[in-house]
Each structure stands twice: as C-alpha cells, then as structure tokens.
C-alpha cells in the first residue's frame, strides 16, 4: 500500500463517521450520506495521489461531499424539469425555492459537537431489529468494519454483512428520512445507543486485526459519547453505569504496553501506570449508577472497580468478581460472560475449578474460534502443571487471533516455562 492509500485509509477510519453523520443531518437520507461519503473517498484515493495530500484531509473529504450531494441534487432538478416540459405539465413537485443543498454551507459550518451522537440516536431506528440497529450503526456511523463487528456479535462475517444489507433495504423500504426522534422517543432508543458506545470503545480497547493492540482515537470518542450522554441523561443509571466501565477500562491503557513497547495483560501491568483521574471519574460514575439502580453495565463496571481498587492482581477480591459476574450472567446472559465468569471462579477457588468451567464452553458455538478460550484454558493448564498442553492451547489462540500484538502475547505466554501464579483473594 502507498503511503497516499494509507493516509488516506487512516483519514477515512477517523472521520468516515462524523463525515457521514454530518451529510445526513443536512440532507436528511441516511443511505444518501452513506453513498456520497463514498464517493468523497474514491475521489481522493483518485485525486491525492497525483496531486498530493491536501492540508486539511477532513475538511477536503466534508468539501468534496458537499461539492458531490450539490450536483447530484441540481442534475436531479434538471431531469425533473425536462420531464415536466415533456409532459407539458407544471413543476411543483421540486424547485430552487426551499432547495435543502442551497444553505448547505450553512449546514456545514453549524455542526455542534454532538453530531455523532444524534446519527446514532437517528440511525438506531424502531424500525429494526436491535442487532440491526447496533450492527448498522456500527457499520455506517462509527466506521467498524465488518470483521469487527462479527467479532463483537461473536458470529460469522457473512451473518453481519446480510444484517446489515437487510436494514439498509428495510429503511429504504420504509422510506425512513433520518431526523433526531423526539425527546418522547429518546428513551425506546438508548440501549441500543449505549450497545453502539460500549462496542465502538471495545474495538479501541482491543484492536480485531492489524499491527496495533488498541485504537486509542476511538476509546476518546466512545468516552466523549459517555461523557455527553451522561450530561443529556441524567438520571438514567446505565448511562452512568457504561460511562463508569469505560473510565475504568480505560485508565489502564497507559500500562497495556512495556518499556519495549510490549503489549502486557491485566497481571503483568505497572498499576502505578494506570491514569487516576480515569479512576476517580469512573468511581463517581459507579456511585451515581448503583444510586439510581443501574444495571449489566454498572454491574461490569462494579468488576472493573475491583481491580482498580487493588494494588495488585493477588490482592484482588476474586470473590466479590466471581459473584458480580454471577449477578451479569442473570441479567445480560452470554458466552464471553460465562467464560469470564469461569476466569474469576478459577482465580477465587483454583485454576481445577476454572478450567472446569472453561471446558464446558468448547462446543460453544460461539466460541468456536475465539482466542481467548484457549488462553485461559491453556492458563489453567499451566498452573495445573500440563505444560504440553498448555503450550497447545495457546498456539491455538495465537492462530485464531487476527490482531499482531494479540499473537505475539499468546506466543510469548506459550514459550513462557514458568508464569506467575497469582494467589486468591482470601
């Protein structure tokens, strides 16, 4: 890949969202938008190789975007008046008088700081399913890729490429124009918002593919969601309670990675590292959520408070995670759940009883081909003195993830003869 084609592939994963988000909100059609961030891509990939990358590559795509929807609009009035003079008939349908491209300009230069947040408000539309309305959000204003969403829905590729094919026909079916709903209709539509700010800061978090273990761009937006949400929402304790999880998540990023430059898990990191003011936000977030009632996020962000709160991985009270993760496997019940479950059960009261646990996920089907099965399988295994076939599982994990620094850490676990063996909490 030339340099062009990666600076402009970089560009467009950060700014394809709010580019698309920007073009519905004037034009009000959300596969319009869609089509004409597009259109603005193809012509820099086109354009920036002959005549170099423009200073300002955001502000060139919104430009170009705008350029690309005022022509196609102005053709279209064209047609319809030789259509009309064909048919000899008046035109009332479309004229120049209240054209919506005319006051483009002043659209563009109005954007508010929440305009991503409102396209997903918009784009997570009753008229779909949840999984629709998250995976298409995901796709089309957050910039995902479609690997990336199969893996956070743990089904094939294929399976999200069809969903999401299906609710772009079903709104254009529907002929859905894509306004904010109502203050009324907000609240119908906040859990699959939060589904979307939860997932998008999960793929930052841990990359699905490429040569980089986190995204930290999209970890600041999710975070920057939160932070707005919890401001616009204020007494809706899961939006605290997902604002509490991604503060506490995140102030470990600055320890995720060595001297070296080495990616490190939760047991290995410097916990001097992790960022406080992350940790006091996200405490305070927590109180308000376990306030108000809260909910599966407050309850992750109560096992994420655990392990902020302990100065190290032996000092942890693996107890008090095992039972949270009981309380979230009754209220949002799935496989990565029951898997990590068995983690904290196997820390708690020994790797036997984890692994146990562990096993019984294998035919799982949607955990399959999940790399992190095997590395807390082959975890186990390790402490249980099975070297053989620990260093097994952990090449198998190696060989399911798609992600550089993800591999190297399961090859490293899996050459390593002698780990640590961290000690339950008492």
């Not at 969403?149 to 590729?157: S, Y």
Request: hydrophobic residues 45%; proline residues 6%; contains cysteine.
């Amino acid at each position: 890949m030339s340099d062009t084609h990666a600076a402009v592939e970089a560009v467009w994963r950060i700014e394809s969202g709010r580019l698309v988000a920007m073009l519905a909100r004037i034009t009000g059609d959300f596969a319009g938008a869609e089509d004409l961030a597009q259109d603005a891509l193809e012509r820099a990939l086109t354009q920036w190789p002959t005549h170099g990358i423009p200073q300002h590559p955001a502000s060139w795509l919104m430009a170009t975007a705008k350029h690309i929807a005022v022509d196609r609009y102005r053709r279209q009035l064209n047609l319809v008046d030789k259509l009309a003079a064909i048919a000899h008939e008046p035109i009332t349908a479309l004229s120049t008088e209240g054209d919506p491209m005319a006051t483009v300009d002043d659209g563009l230069a109005a954007s508010v700081p929440d305009d991503l947040l409102r396209l997903i408000f918009t784009a997570c539309h009753p008229a779909l399913s949840l999984d629709s309305q998250v995976a298409l959000t995901l796709r089309t204003v957050a910039g995902l890729r479609t690997p990336e969403i199969a893996r956070a829905f743990l089904v094939p590729e294929a399976t999200i490429g069809q969903r999401i094919s299906r609710a772009k026909r079903t709104l254009t079916d529907k002929q859905v124009r894509f306004e904010l709903p109502s203050a009324l209709d907000l609240p119908s539509r906040l859990g699959a918002v939060l589904a979307v700010i939860y997932l998008v800061f999960n793929e930052g978090y841990s990359a699905t593919a490429g040569d980089d273990w986190t995204r930290p761009a999209l970890c600041h937006d999710a975070l920057r969601l939160g932070r707005v949400l919890a401001r616009l929402q204020p007494d809706e304790p899961e939006v605290h309670g997902l604002l509490a999880l991604m503060e506490l998540q995140a102030s470990r990023i600055p320890a995720r990675s060595g001297p070296a430059g080495e990616q490190l898990l939760l047991a290995d990191q410097n916990r001097r590292r992790w960022d406080r003011l992350h940790i006091r936000r996200g405490l305070t977030a927590l109180q308000a959520a376990e306030t108000l009632g809260g909910g599966p996020y407050t309850v992750q962000a109560a096992i994420a408070a655990c392990h902020a709160r302990a100065p190290g991985i032996d000092a942890t009270d693996w107890a008090r995670v095992s039972a949270l993760y009981t309380v979230l496997s009754y209220l949002s019940p799935s496989a990565v759940v029951s898997l990590n479950k068995a983690v904290a059960v196997g820390m708690a009261d020994g790797p036997e009883r984890g692994l146990a646990l562990a096993d019984e996920l294998q035919t799982h089907p949607a955990l399959v081909a999940y790399p992190a099965l095997s590395a807390v399988r082959a975890t186990f295994l390790r402490q249980l003195g099975r070297p053989d076939e620990a260093r097994a599982a952990f090449q198998q994990a190696a060989d399911l993830t798609s992600n550089v620094s993800q591999r190297a850490i399961y090859q490293r676990q899996r050459d390593n003869p002698a780990p640590h063996v961290p000690k339950a909490a008492p």
